[in-house]
Each structure stands twice: as C-alpha cells, then as structure tokens.
C-alpha cells in the first residue's frame, strides 16, 4: 500500500500508460531480455540488437563471458540511463564445476556450504577491475547434481560476483584444482530466464511489425523498462511536476501524490507519473513520512532525467504568470 499524499488524476492528454506506448515510443523507452548465446561478447549481442531494431543506442546491464549463456538484460534508447541501478541486481546461475581429483560427495557439499554468506574475492585476471581483494555475499548455493568431478551449481550472489573466481576458490578449500567448465545466468534481479528471447525471434517481430503492422510479437519481446524497476521504491507524482523536473528542478514535496513507505532518507527511488511512467531517478532527502505530511521541502534530488521534456505541458510557466 502506497502512502497518499494528495489524491489526484492523470490527464489523458500527455504521456502513455507503459503497456500503451505506441512502439516508436516502446522502442525509445523499452528494454529486451535476451537469451545470450555461447560464442559471442555481450557487446556483440547489444551491437545486433541495435542493428535489428535500427536504433542509435543500446546497453546491457551485466556482461556474461563469450561462452556463458542465458539472461541478459538490453536497454534501449532512454532506458540505457538506468543501466546503474540494474546494474546492482543481484544475479542467479547455474555453474558446471569440475574437480580435478576424485572427492566424496560429502566434503563437496560441506566446502560448498562455506561459501554462502559474505567471501572476499580476487578478480580473474581478464576483468575489467583492479585486481584487488573485494567483499561479496553469496545470498544462497547448493549442490544440484554430482557426478564424478563435475559438479552442478545453483549460486544466487551479489552483482560483481566472479563466478569463475568462486570455482576456483572452492577447490581450493577441498586441496584440489577446480575450474568453471559451463555457465549459465538464469535470473538478474527478479527478471527470470522466462521472460527471455532469442536472438532470431527478435528479427522475426520486428519484421513482421515493419512489413504487415503487426506489433503483436514485438510487444512480446520489447518490454517497457517500467517492468525491470519492479524491486525499485517509487515515488508517484501529480503531472504538473513532471515538466519542471525534466527542465531540471529538483522534487518538493508538493509535487508528490503517492509515496511507498518504505523509503529511507539516502534511498534511490524512481520517480514515476500517475500513469507509471519512469520520469527521472533520484535520491530520497527525507523518508516516506516526511513526504507524506511535510508542508515545504526537497523530498528527491535528482540524479538522471529519463524523460523527454515537453511530454507534459509546462504547467509551472502558466502558474508563474498568473
């Protein structure tokens, strides 16, 4: 339940419900969820899907190695403005490990078990950090299947977890040599791997939008980047601060109509139209509370604009003159 402030309607006349954007208007504030294929980069796959759709920008929100597969999330246009905040999600896979020497399955799961919780990792060699040790939490991982000295993993973890990097640690804590042979991500943050598409069933939407104006299928694989803030805490506001926002103001609590009441002051919040619309991300500067019920105040500042200004009218020019 959203915490109410003011109580107010949306005009019809300006903007889109998500699910409603015409698909010029999905495209630019859309996302697509592909199932990456083992052989080429991340940067390959987004370079494709920018060719497919004839857009100037894309981004991805978490590379997977060239010969991992599985979830990887594709903004598109606008949306690439909130690669950073997708970029923290937490991350789901599924690993083949293999052993280097025979063990008991026993100490196998035993040494796996160790690893849940906060571990310091070293990044591999190819990576695009520093190589310097780093905390991360393995929020859950399991033993699916052993047989021999393979090993099949279930590991939910904090983003920036180098799955590689884990495998070979775990041999280690068992005194032999360990490697990741497979790789596949199933979920990022709470888009799972059913909501993905193939690379090909992209090119057949697209097509059958541009050459028999059915979007039906396009709609199916470009999701309007609303769906992937779903775990984000959200700050609704009345149409008439929309415009001054995207011409650079920051958020006072007048402007707001509903707040989700778990925020804390220090928060990352989307900003979001009556009609669920991304209109900028910010940070919170008082809690739910105190937006809910303080009479004057910066409730956000601003941190990225996502909306195209003069998608709402610049109501706030017409009170000034009056």
């Not at 909130?82 to 799961?109: C, F, G, N, W």
């Not at 360990?178 to 598409?197: C, F, T």
């Not at 011409?247 to 109509?257: C, K, M, N, T």
Request: glycine share 6%; net charge positive.
């Amino acid at each position: 339940m959203l915490l109410v402030r003011e109580k107010v309607e949306t005009s019809e006349k300006y903007g889109y419900y998500p699910h409603e954007r015409p698909v010029e208007q999905l495209l630019k504030y859309g996302a697509v969820i592909i199932d990456k294929p083992r052989g080429p980069t991340s940067h390959q796959v987004v370079a494709w899907v920018k060719e497919i759709l004839g857009i100037a920008k894309a981004g991805q929100t978490g590379t997977l190695d060239p010969n991992a597969t599985g979830v990887l999330v594709i903004l598109l246009n606008h949306s690439v403005k909130i690669t950073q905040i997708l970029a923290r999600s937490d991350k789901e896979y599924i690993a083949l490990m293999k052993l280097h020497a025979d063990v008991e399955p026993e100490r196998v799961m035993d040494a796996v078990k160790r690893f849940e919780g906060t571990i310091t990792q070293i990044p591999p060699v190819r990576s695009a950090v520093a190589r310097k040790p780093r905390k991360r939490k393995i929020h859950h991982i399991k033993v699916l299947e052993m047989e021999g000295r393979y090993v099949l993993l279930r590991v939910k973890c904090e983003a920036g977890t180098y799955i590689r990097r884990l495998c070979v640690d775990i041999g280690k804590t068992l005194g032999v040599n360990a490697n990741l042979q497979e790789l596949r991500r199933i979920a990022v943050g709470h888009i799972s791997e059913d909501k993905s598409h193939y690379l090909q069933d992209l090119v057949d939407a697209y097509v059958l939008w541009k050459e028999k104006g059915d979007d039906s299928l396009l709609r199916e694989v470009v999701l309007p980047m609303e769906y992937l803030l779903k775990d984000v805490k959200k700050v609704l506001i009345k149409d008439s601060a929309i415009s001054p926002i995207c011409y650079g103001a920051q958020l006072h609590v007048g402007g707001i109509s509903m707040v989700d009441p778990t925020i804390r002051k220090g928060d990352t919040v989307a900003i979001m139209s009556l009609k669920g619309e991304l209109v900028a991300v910010g940070k919170a500067e008082m809690s739910a509370e105190g937006m809910a019920n303080r009479k004057k105040g910066v409730a956000c500042t601003i941190k990225r604009v996502i909306m195209e200004k003069d998608t709402y009218p610049k109501l706030w020019k017409t009170q000034k003159s009056e």
